[in-house]
């Protein structure tokens, strides 16, 4: 049935082991410390669990260079306890999705020190290699201001090697089909050790053929289908959930005509028009993308996301519309990143809680399933102290105990917020629990919300007229169900008159507030929102007025 597609009504929390909790007082975190707070996670209403990489590394750049693909590093423990970890998640009806990091390995992993060893090694084809500098050897770099260089000299090797990121992340050669066997090799052990699926790193670049000096690369979607028909053949319901951050004209490369590409995929595009929507109080723009993004197969599902791991990144906004978040969210050059983006948590951005609770009621109510960062939840900050994307993976303030309950260690992966108003002593676990009206508390009733809402995973959805383009407003219709959601992006209040086609009388019943409005004698909706405000409404069938028809999507 097409009700046993699990993530169209998931609520997924995005963590990094290294940053949640330090159960063996190493500084790091690490499997035994996550699986003490499945509880916490549990209770928070998360059904499933997106892991940031955890196995072997040299860590130059937060565990996306890997060594080894079969294995946990030493310093968040062993292979026991993943599978301790997963035995534990399990119980508690919690998926787990893990990073499957394949555009590159780290310069430390044995297949490419043989690579470089000689032409005739068994890895040199399994990477990308040219004998001469190419021309394009500075350009297309992801990280720019930060990154050099895309290819670069290996003496041993006598050759430029390709790297789309840094130069110790050096690209697999996904032409090869040995290459790409072995990928299907470590996707299979991972999902026998029980992991739901995989968040696929990026996308768009593990499927270019890259080649020295050539303008454009060739884009191979076959290597999706292949990746995707392993996936299903292995475990029926594991998905792909994947990072492109493409135009929307491509999103249907990605998740496939006939829907046998990835089955999830963050909307970045629709994230950078809400924070400029947030920025500016202009719905419209988002509104055009949220239309843009409109059309997918019915298995395939948007990832709508806030902020995560990454800078917030803004380079598909226009240069007016980009300086307009800038100039809001990140004025300071110390705040911003490679020419494009704003390296802050959500909270010190928005800078006060009507604000964040706006967000996060418009993440949670867009088409899609909603993913949250680790440390949101409670409104954490960041520390600009720390280089380039550091500045938001601090970590997990449990407490007001020393290092912020996380670890008793004296130095730690990086180093808690200890001063300002996001200091652990004041934004932590343990106080917000306590606090009805906490962040934490809050987000936790609109995650049971979102989870009572399955319209939204699943239902056909349009756009509402509200008569202010400060006023975003859409409604949701399945199976006998409609759902209508209001959010005011400006600091002033709105009376918002809506024609839902309703008879007189029908009416409107607040899932957040103990109201229920009645349609008039000419079936419209009078609706008063605050500024900032969100309002959550159910109501009776609107399938048949909002779309022309009570047929139900397949």
């Excluded at 990746?227 to 004209?249: C, H, I, K, S």
């Excluded at 948007?302 to 004025?331: I, M, Y």
């Excluded at 108003?421 to 004041?426: E, I």
Aim: glycine share 8%.
């Amino acid at each position: 049935m097409i009700e046993d597609l699990w993530y169209k009504n998931a609520i997924i929390y995005s963590l990094d082991l290294e940053t949640f909790m330090d159960v063996n007082s190493d500084g790091t975190g690490d499997f035994e410390g996550l699986a003490r707070r499945l509880d916490y996670l549990h209770a928070l209403g998360v059904d499933t669990i997106w892991l940031a990489p955890f196995q072997p590394t040299p860590n130059k750049d937060n565990g996306y260079d890997i060594s080894d693909y079969y294995g946990v590093d030493p310093r968040h423990g062993s292979s026991g306890n993943f599978v301790e970890f997963m035995h534990q998640a399990n119980k508690r009806g919690i998926k787990v999705i893990i990073d499957l990091v394949v555009n590159h390995t780290s310069d430390q992993h044995p297949w490419f020190q043989d690579a470089r060893s000689s032409k005739d090694a068994k890895h040199r084809d399994w990477y990308v290699w040219s004998e001469e500098k190419p021309s394009d050897w500075d350009e297309g770099m992801v990280f720019p201001g930060v990154q050099k260089a895309t290819w670069t000299y290996d003496k041993k090797a006598k050759a430029y090697y390709f790297h789309r990121f840094y130069e110790f992340q050096p690209d697999l050669n996904m032409d090869n089909p040995e290459v790409r066997a072995e990928i299907q090799r470590i996707m299979g052990f991972w999902l026998e050790l029980g992991v739901a699926g995989f968040r696929v790193d990026a996308v768009p670049f593990i499927l270019e053929s890259p080649a020295p000096g050539k303008a454009k690369p060739t884009m191979n979607f076959e290597y999706l289908r292949e990746m995707r028909r392993f996936l299903q053949w292995r475990r029926g319901d594991a998905v792909l959930l994947g990072e492109a951050n493409v135009l929307p004209e491509e999103n249907q490369k990605y998740f496939g005509h006939e829907g046998d590409g990835i089955q999830l995929m963050f909307n970045f595009y629709v994230n950078q028009h809400a924070f400029y929507a947030l920025a500016s109080a202009d719905t419209e723009p988002l509104a055009k993308a949220l239309e843009s993004t409109k059309e997918l197969f019915f298995t395939a599902q948007w990832a709508q996301f806030l902020r995560n791991h990454d800078e917030l990144d803004l380079g598909r906004l226009t240069e007016k519309q980009r300086q307009k978040v800038f100039s809001r969210f990140g004025p300071d050059k110390n705040m911003q990143l490679y020419d494009r983006g704003i390296r802050r948590r959500l909270s010190p951005m928005l800078g006060n809680r009507q604000q964040v609770e706006l967000a996060y009621s418009l993440m949670f109510s867009l088409p899609g399933t909603p993913v949250i960062r680790y440390g949101d939840e409670i409104g954490m900050g960041d520390d600009l102290s720390l280089n380039e994307r550091d500045a938001v993976r601090t970590p997990m303030q449990w407490s007001s105990d020393p290092q912020a309950g996380f670890s008793r260690a004296d130095k730690l992966v990086h180093p808690v917020i200890d001063e300002g108003p996001y200091a652990y002593d004041h934004v932590n676990v343990e106080n917000q629990r306590r606090d009805p009206g906490s962040l934490l508390n809050w987000m936790t009733s609109l995650i049971r919300l979102r989870k009572e809402c399955p319209e939204i995973g699943w239902g056909k959805w349009k756009l509402l007229k509200t008569g202010y383009s400060e006023v975003l407003g859409i409604c949701y219709s399945w199976k006998g169900n409609s759902l209508v959601v209001l959010h005011n992006f400006n600091e002033k209040a709105y009376e918002i008159v809506l024609n839902l086609n309703q008879g007189p009388g029908e009416k409107l019943i607040d899932l957040m507030k103990n109201y229920e409005g009645e349609a008039d004698s000419k079936g419209n909706q009078h609706i008063t929102i605050e500024a900032y405000g969100y309002r959550w409404f159910r109501t009776g069938d609107l399938s048949y007025q909002m779309f022309g028809d009570d047929s139900e999507k397949p």
